[in-house]
């Protein structure tokens, strides 16, 4: 069974920065798609950014120019930058992967393999 394991997150001002990693215990997983989220309290989950198997990446328009995904397959993690952070930033941040896809599709629910999430909070 693969495992995901967040790590990185914390507490930070507005304006702020965190990078957040994601260790996969299987060695093959970088190869395909995997993706960060985030679910803010009260509210539902939301994709943030994903990167194909060929690391071409993709984000949510809110964080665009703000957040960097990539990934470094010889240490097996995904990581996310993210810089000037902002309050409405806060929430649990979770990485995802789906197993045998190359190319990451839109729909949350291709996802099948989650961590367990690590907290991001920016205060104001």
């Known amino acids: 069974q693969v495992q995901l394991v967040e790590s990185g997150g914390g507490s930070v001002p507005a304006g702020g920065s965190l990078r957040l990693s994601c260790g996969a215990s299987?060695?093959?997983?970088?190869?395909?798609?995997m993706g960060w989220f985030r679910q803010a309290p009260e509210q539902g989950r939301e994709g943030v950014a994903a990167?194909?198997?060929?690391?071409?990446?993709r984000y949510v328009a809110s964080v665009k120019g703000r957040f960097t995904i990539s990934k470094d397959n010889a240490r097996n993690t995904l990581y996310l930058q993210m810089n000037s952070l902002k309050s409405e930033d806060t929430a649990i941040y979770y990485c995802a992967a789906i197993p045998g896809l190359t190319v990451c599709p839109n729909e949350i629910t291709w996802y099948k393999t989650w961590g367990q999430g690590t907290q991001v909070t920016v205060s104001s």
């Open positions: 990167i194909d198997g060929d690391g071409t990446a």
């Open positions: 299987g060695p093959t997983y970088l190869r395909y798609c």
